[in-house]
């Protein structure tokens, strides 16, 4: 650990406990005790009220009036906020959400291990691909700047556009940018893996007001469908994560009944087809037949 990070986690630490020995200190951050005492005379001279107390329960404070009230956020609050950071932490590795970590590790308890909640996911090379993008629009976000960037559409047709970025946006697997698009006119969603030849553009902006206008957004939403589907026991626990067990009910010995809501395009129809001879779709008959209309056409690319 660099000694910028060290100094600001041992503010951390002093900022949610009372004292703290230079000894914990020491093995907490695996130097020298001379190392700590150094620490403390730069944070001094750093004008930050730090006072020691002598003898057998001495160490370290910092000054009452310099801290936040404590009853802002418990430990467990922490905690949580932690386990959060952790799984934005797998989604996109950055060096601002590390730092956040540790700061929040050593305010948490730093002489005890990580909570009892543990998060993965899957390690894709593209989202470390993406960093980049996202800093150039979360940087465009705050100063108010605007991006220009060639967009790919889901049929491959690319148009360049100039927006307003607003807000960046996670769902499931991908990122996603939000704002207005000066070519349509409109607010926009623009999923960041389609955008090439990003750049963020001398000209600033003044925000629209984005809140009330989000209502225009719902136009890029597609209309769910509500379908019946024969499902196995393998998928099953599927389902329930994402529609929960409300959504199911037993029909026979080798099926079960699952009523969803999905899009009647082609992003319900490849979720859907994701689940191969596991599902059987049975309602609405018109669903079922385009779904079926689909799968032909996938056939026929093989044929």
Known sequence: MEKAERLISIIMILLKKDVVTAKEFAQLFNVS???ILRDMETLSLSN?????IHGINGGYGIMDEYKVDKRLLSSSDLENILTAL????QILISEEVEVTIKKIEA?????SPRGPIQLSFYDWEGRSEIIQTLKICQESILKRRLVSFDYIDKNGITTNRIVEPYQLHF?????YLQGFCLHRQRYRTFKLSRIDHLRMEENTFNPRDYALEQKDEANYQPQLVAIKALILPSIKDQ???RYGRKSIENYSSDYFLATIHVPQNNVGFQFLASYGTNLKIIEPKTYVEEFRNYLIKMVEIYS
């Open 33 to 35: 005790k001379r190392t």
């Open 48 to 52: 930050i009220p730090i006072y020691s």
């Open 86 to 89: 952790g799984g934005l932490e």
């Open 107 to 111: 305010m948490v308890s730093p002489m």
């Open 171 to 175: 769902s499931e697997t991908s990122w």
């Open 239 to 241: 389902f329930i994560e």
